[in-house]
């Protein structure tokens, strides 16, 4: 654990590491039982990241003194094409995947990004399901006013808008961007009036940068359809040089909004939510904190990660992977792919935020540019 972290969450249970993680996968693994990893964690997201590019540069995901004019960016060759996402997107859907969300980088600044959507959606014919694919989307908005009707209109069911603050020389300075605020709530209404709903709003809270932030979103979005998520400032990636004195915990961004319009802690929507859910005691909707520094909730972790190149993660703040772009395009068969992904899943167990310490943190990490959130 992290020297000086208080962990607001109920005591953490002590479990034994066994084996490695993505590396190992197992060409053993059953293609008829559903994947489950050595923690009793079952496989039931994933989110696919398209490019490593953005047309942000936020402090905490690609600051620009890293990632600059000079960054060496994935070639297009090197990115997974469509046709292999939705590909290798079916082989998860008959591992019991319901969930797929579209990561980057940012995701609009793919081009033709509705054909993409129309193959995953196409995924609801392979395996008949009570329940259609949850197709989601994380953006930074900007591009949604000319896409969110096409891109609904392809099969999109809602998405997700990073917005860290409604004050533009604060937003400039965490976007480290051209961009206006208005221009990102010009986005989050077109999704609106396109139907991709209910609409949340991510903000990373950094302690020193957009404290200020945290009550005026909360204030702006209620009483409307869109959520606010209040992220503690985590360390994933190498890049953006996380301190632990830099982390606002998610007690005291409940604490604060409480101060100014009391709330009242509700149940997860589903198993393995990541956001920690409150609703306004005057009915004017909710807001989640995702608390992953001071309240890890790695036992309910059911997502995996394919990165914009093709490497399957098991872990956000994971280092190791599983190359399943190789052997597709050496012409692998769909059953020696599903069997290293299950086998991978099976063989998993990530728990990085629960050990999060002075030796994990010094492991190798994938940047969250290549992996998405």
Known sequence: MTPGVERDAKHLPVIAERGSN???????????????????????????????????????????????????????SELLSYEEIAKLAGLFVDAGVRKLRITGGEPLVRR????????????????????????????????????AQELAAAGLNRVTVSLDSLEQAEFARMTDSRYRVEEVLDGIRAAEQAGLGPIKINTVVRKGQNEGAIVELARHFR??????????????????????????????????????????????NYPGEVASRYRYRDGQGEVGVIASVTQPFCGGCTRARLSSEGKLYTCLFSGVSRDLKAPLRAGASDEELARLIRGTWNRRTDRYSELRGEATMKLPKVELSHIGG
């Open 22 to 76: 993505a590396a190992d996968g197992e060409s053993e693994a059953s293609l008829t039982e559903a994947p489950v990893d050595r923690l009793g964690r079952p496989l039931a997201d994933l989110r696919i990241s398209i490019t490593d590019r953005c047309n942000f540069r936020c402090t905490y995901c690609m600051p620009r003194e890293k990632f600059g004019a000079d960054y060496p960016f994935l070639a297009r």
């Open 223 to 268: 009483g409307t359809n869109a959520i606010v998520r209040f992220i503690e400032f985590m360390d994933v990636g190498t890049s953006n040089d996380w301190q632990l004195a830099e982390v606002v915990s998610a007690r005291e961004i409940v604490r604060r909004i409480a101060s100014e319009f009391p709330l009242e802690a509700i149940d997860a």
């Open 112 to 147: 033709d990004l509705p054909v993409l959507i129309k193959q995953l959606r196409a995924l609801d014919d392979r395996q008949p399901h009570p329940q259609p694919l949850d197709l989601a989307l994380t953006t930074n908005g900007v591009l949604l006013p000319r896409l």
